[in-house]
């Protein structure tokens, strides 16, 4: 790490990164200014959106210059980064880059890139997104920082675990591998010791890369403050019990991207005060996501990031609102897990039980809870093609819920790549759904 490296990285998150936040605000001004409004059966943002967009961009600006300055850490969605807080890395995650791309429809230049390069169709379109990034050397992001150490656990799926030894293997840095058993029915004592003993181990690897040394007290703040992010996001979640909503599942799938990328840091505690604050005023103020709110929907599986406008816009035209999602719902889950007096053993719970390394009974048991909670009318099934973990099954939890006398349907779609998605088709099966209620 270089001292003038390390002054780019300050000067580049303290000044550089707010100078462009209020460049690209004023032309935001100008072009709203200039701009006829448009009709919508949708209700406008919550007013923290413009908050996010300004958090979002400061982070990405700075990492351009992470590298170098400061130890940088490529990770899964489901990784415990509170053990590399501690230790000062900037944390870039290929999957939320995939989501970027999948939204801003840039993604199919990387797939087909990586897919020209020998990668499979098959493969998780996250994982040919960013093989394709490394492929042309392009994002759009600007740039993204090489990495000195890539972390992945289990936890989420197992193609992880060979996309990041590829990426090991192209970028020639080490890899810390956690792998958190499969939890069926209640957590296994004897997994959760495998489990915390690998975290032990990461901190011990992560610090020798970081050539600092692991401070167990800042350790425990990290994990707190992660405790406590979950909760505020939960706390948020939960405003969409009113009726109506105050803002839809699409929006939480957008802003959830402090849970996930900063974790275990004051920014993100801080950003989700402010959150929680607007929704409550919305709801106070009668403020909706969806302008009719008529019947209000959950949904299952990742988001299909380039279509969300479509979709959204579509159910809130027949007064279908999306309140609730099972994946905004996975980063609140681990708050209880991590709020515990020994912070290695919670983390332990807290990685081993995320929605996708527990067994079908526990998804149903989450879904039933989650359709009563937020009294929802039907659940939309995204049988994604990339993220198979989290599709399989699906036919027979909706066969369930049709015994409950839930109306289900499931879309045949995936996360990023819109090549397997048929608009029109789409579309019908959607409109026909809605027709049933």
């Given at each position: 790490m270089t001292i003038f490296r390390r002054a780019q990285f300050e000067l580049a998150y303290r000044v550089a990164g707010p100078s462009l936040i209020q460049a690209q605000r004023a032309s935001s001004w100008w072009r709203r200014r200039n701009r006829a409004p448009r009709e919508s059966p949708l209700g406008k943002p919550p007013a923290t959106t413009r908050l996010l967009k300004e958090v979002s961009m400061r982070h990405y600006f700075a990492g351009r210059y992470a590298d170098g300055a400061v130890p940088v850490a490529w990770v899964t969605s489901g990784a415990p980064i509170e053990v590399l807080r501690p230790l000062g890395y900037y944390l870039v995650y290929p999957e939320n880059?995939?989501?970027?791309?999948?939204?801003?429809?840039?993604?199919?230049?990387?797939?087909?890139?990586?897919?020209?390069?020998?990668?499979?169709?098959?493969?998780?379109?996250?994982?040919?997104?960013?093989?394709?990034?490394?492929?042309?050397?392009?994002?759009?992001?600007?740039?993204?920082?090489?990495?000195?150490?890539?972390?992945?656990?289990?936890?989420?799926?197992?193609?992880?675990?060979?996309?990041?030894?590829?990426?090991?293997?192209?970028?020639?840095?080490?890899?810390?591998?956690?792998?958190?058993?499969?939890v069926y029915g209640e957590t296994d004592p004897d997994h959760l010791a495998y489990v915390e003993s690998q975290l032990r181990d990461l901190a011990q690897v992560a610090a020798r890369v970081a050539s600092k040394v692991f401070d167990e007290d800042l350790f425990t703040e990290a994990v707190l403050d992660a405790a406590e992010g979950c909760r505020l996001w939960g706390d948020c979640l939960a405003t969409n019990r009113n009726r109506p909503a105050p803002w839809t599942a699409f929006d939480g799938f957008i802003h959830m991207i402090p849970i996930v990328t900063m974790r275990g840091t004051k920014q993100c505690l801080d950003y989700y005060r402010v959150l929680l604050k607007d929704l409550e005023q919305r709801n106070a103020a009668g403020i909706a996501g969806v302008k009719e709110e008529r019947h209000r929907l959950l949904w299952d599986n990742l988001p299909m990031w380039f279509e969300m406008r479509g979709l959204s816009t579509l159910l809130a035209e027949q007064g279908f609102a999306m309140v609730a999602a099972t994946y905004t719902n996975a980063w609140a889950e681990t708050?209880?897990?991590?709020?515990?007096?020994?912070?290695?053993?919670?983390?332990?719970?807290?990685?081993?039980?995320?929605?996708?390394?527990?067994?079908?009974?526990?998804?149903?048991?989450?879904?039933?809870?989650?359709?009563?909670?937020?009294?929802?009318?039907?659940?939309?099934?995204?049988?994604?093609?990339?993220?198979?973990?989290?599709?399989?099954?699906?036919?027979?939890?909706?066969?369930?819920?049709?015994?409950?006398?839930?109306?289900?349907?499931?879309?045949?779609?995936?996360?990023?790549?819109?090549?397997a998605y048929s608009r029109g088709q789409g579309e019908t099966r959607l409109r026909a759904f809605m027709e049933g209620f």
């Open positions: 880059h995939g989501a970027i791309c999948g939204a801003g429809h840039t993604s199919p230049e990387y797939i087909e890139a990586a897919e020209e390069a020998s990668y499979s169709q098959d493969l998780c379109s996250y994982a040919r997104i960013d093989f394709g990034s490394l492929i042309t050397g392009t994002t759009p992001l600007g740039r993204i920082p090489r990495p000195d150490l890539l972390v992945t656990c289990t936890n989420i799926c197992q193609t992880v675990l060979y996309w990041y030894r590829e990426l090991a293997r192209r970028l020639d840095v080490p890899l810390v591998v956690v792998d958190t058993p499969q708050a209880t897990a991590l709020s515990t007096d020994d912070p290695w053993a919670g983390m332990a719970e807290a990685y081993s039980t995320v929605i996708l390394n527990r067994d079908l009974r526990h998804r149903l048991k989450l879904i039933r809870g989650m359709i009563e909670q937020y009294e929802c009318d039907g659940v939309i099934f995204h049988s994604d093609r990339s993220c198979k973990p989290y599709s399989v099954g699906q036919l027979e939890l909706r066969d369930r819920l049709a015994a409950d006398g839930i109306r289900a349907l499931v879309l045949d779609a995936d996360h990023a790549d819109p090549r």
